[in-house]
């Protein structure tokens, strides 16, 4: 073989390499036009397939369709959703800065030995205001003349019960009745229909408070003058009275509800005490609606300004 013939067969082969290469190099270029035109047919068939499932779309509907045949007057007040809760927007407390305020509260009353009016008329020297909560079957002719006179005093006269009964709740049809019977009592003797209600006891679900078209008040400091009423002894009655006048001095701060009873000469021993000690540490004596202001409403309890 001659050196001619070697060139001559070196230049064939690599010929022939570059043609296997471009060989190679059309077909990779061929897979992946395929492989693009794959895709774009996969794609293009899941589309196709779900407009299928979807069927056609639907013709835009003529819009006069939606035009209601009476205009929309913007007058007229929408009727609220009866699960809607109630909207309220809280006035601006009209307390000035640095005034404490305390709501008493009077149950179980009228009194039959005229502690109705003496507590009427503590209050009422402090140019402050409080809560009953009576029993309407307790009211005779004796004291109905002071729980008028209290009421004139600006005193609050609420709904404790007709008979006082720590089971009425389980009826509901009882319940009515007293609530009913006890605010027509209180409307004949002060003229004003009650706006309020305690429970006896507190004792009320809360179901029953959602159902009832009364706000329900309840309190955050308990004097337990119940439990400190009896006394044998000068000296047995002293201590009751400062156990009373303690649970109020420790307890009551700015914005409590005060639970007392009118019907016990300790109660109002030590509310005597106690009112004059809250006086001097800048408290006012406000009821529970001007305590509780525009949040005050059917279907909810309050124990306290601060846990309304
Ligand atoms: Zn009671």
Redesign the pocket.
């Known amino acids: 073989m001659d050196e001619q013939e070697r060139r001559r067969r070196a230049e064939r082969l690599k010929a022939a390499r570059k043609r296997r290469r471009r060989k190679v190099m059309v077909n990779r270029v061929l897979a992946g036009l395929f492989l693009v035109a794959l895709i774009f047919a996969i794609i293009a068939g899941i589309v196709l397939l779900n407009d299928y499932i979807k069927g056609p779309e639907p013709a835009t509907p003529d819009p006069t369709w939606n035009t209601p045949a009476v205009a929309y007057n913007p007058t007229s007040t929408p009727t609220p959703s009866p699960t809607e809760a109630p909207t309220f927007t809280p006035t601006p407390s009209p307390v000035p800065e640095g005034v404490k305020r305390v709501a008493f509260t009077f149950?179980?009353g009228p009194d039959y030995n005229g502690l109705t009016l003496k507590f009427a008329e503590k209050l009422a020297s402090y140019g402050g205001k409080g809560t009953w909560?009576i029993?309407g079957n307790r009211v005779n002719d004796e004291n109905r003349g002071d729980l008028k006179k209290a009421a004139e005093l600006g005193m609050e006269i609420g709904i404790?019960?007709w008979t006082?009964d720590y089971y009425f709740d389980r009826n509901p049809d009882l319940l009515a009745d007293e609530l009913q019977k006890t605010s027509d009592i209180i409307y004949e003797v002060t003229g004003k229909r009650p706006t309020l209600f305690?429970p006896?006891?507190g004792n009320f679900t809360d179901k029953q408070v959602t159902e009832i078209s009364y706000p329900v008040i309840l309190w955050s400091v308990d004097t337990e003058d119940w439990k400190n009423k009896g006394n044998k002894t000068e000296e047995e009655r002293s201590d009751n009275v400062q156990r009373i006048v303690d649970n109020i001095m420790r307890n009551t701060r700015d914005g409590s509800i005060v639970l007392m009873?009118e019907i016990y000469n300790n109660s109002y021993d030590a509310f005597c005490i106690a009112i004059d000690q809250l006086a001097k540490e800048g408290y006012i004596f406000v009821s529970v609606p001007e305590l509780i202001g525009d949040e005050l409403l059917p279907g909810h309890k309050y124990t306290s300004w601060y846990y309304r």
Request: no cysteine; charged share 25%.
């Open positions: 149950d179980d909560f029993i404790h019960a006082h305690r006896p006891g009873h």
